[in-house]
């Protein structure tokens, strides 16, 4: 067993369920594991305002890494870390977009665009490019335009989008960053999600655990599977690395 020091939990198709709720067996558990001196960390692609209603819920004791890791805040929800993606830059992933008219979001730390663009792109503070109900030709299309004009980081949150952050940021980077300010290895960390948009932070965990709803691709990097979001796997994954149940 290791000495899980960190757990790392993305949101969406891993610590909710699909009402979007955490379980009572899983409040209790994170509760638990917080009064034994581990940080529990929401690692997510979500702004800031949607997640932060759930982090006082759990009443969680440490940062929130939100955005795929384009920001950090402390438990107080002041900032801490930002990385950014140029407005011109936005402006072209949201002219590919216009061009296929395929749904957006555009993520800013300022607000969220759901499907329509600010009138001037560089008034706001741009950290992430979100495209949606994608097929796979479509997806295959809209990143060979992406990587035409620039290099990004793009994952997704589902199989049937794209994300887009700025190159090299991820929840890895930001969950590293915490380590350090905490005096924590990476091997003392706990990672658990279902999507491409986790995959690092699953990959360089001491202990990547993959839901058992997740994408294919996180099921075959991750050092172990528990049950899916609907059946409390966030719990289940802590009981057994942490106490061995």
Known sequence: MKDIKLIALDMDGTLLNHQQEVSAKTKQVLQQAMQEDVYVVLATGRHISTCQPYAEDLQLNSYLVTTNGAEIFDNQYNLVEQHKIESTSVERLWDIAEKEQIHTWMVAAEEVFKGNRPNKFQDYTWLKMGYGNLAEEQKAEVIQQINQFGSFEITNSHPRNIEVNQLGVHKAKAIQSLCNRKGIQMNQVMSVGDSLND????????????????????????DAVTESNEKAGVAEAVERFLWNK
């Open 199 to 222: 995959y690092q932070m699953i990959k360089q965990a001491g202990i990547g655990v993959a839901m058992a709803n997740a994408q294919d691709t996180i099921l075959q990097v991750a």
